[in-house]
């Protein structure tokens, strides 16, 4: 079993910018392959960006393209997310995800994720 824990949320302006972390206490990260997944209210929970254990590979939601970028620092066992430009319809609770193994056809989809932190708020303002 693999606890994840998010952080970083919170209220930010549009255009603003936010750094979520994910860890796992305990635990090392190094060997999953870790997504990002968002859900705003009445919405279904949707892919935000995905990366590989080795951090070669990144994939991106085509919403976020550009703004967000993820990450990992594995000496620090942490995943983050960077969000950058931010948008009102950013605003959804972000949730982190740990993954055996994703690949090209399976990142976007969160059946792929065995575990899952509880999530963070992110609210953007006008």
Known sequence: QVQLVESGGGLV????????SCAAPGRPLSMYDMGWFRQAP????E???AITWSGSLT????SVKG???ISRVYGK????????SVKIEDT???????AVSIHSGSYSTDS???YWGQGTQVTVSS
């Not at 009445?42 to 929970?45: A, E, I, L, V």
């Not at 994939?59 to 085509?62: I, L, P, R, S, V």
């Open 13 to 20: 302006q549009a255009g603003g910018s936010l750094r979520l």
């Open 42 to 45: 009445g919405n279904k929970r």
């Open 47 to 49: 892919f935000v960006a």
């Open 59 to 62: 994939y991106y939601a085509d």
């Open 67 to 69: 703004r967000f970028a």
């Open 77 to 84: 066992n942490t995943v983050f997310l960077q969000m950058n």
């Open 92 to 98: 959804a609770v972000y949730y982190c995800a740990a």
């Open 112 to 114: 792929t994720y065995a």
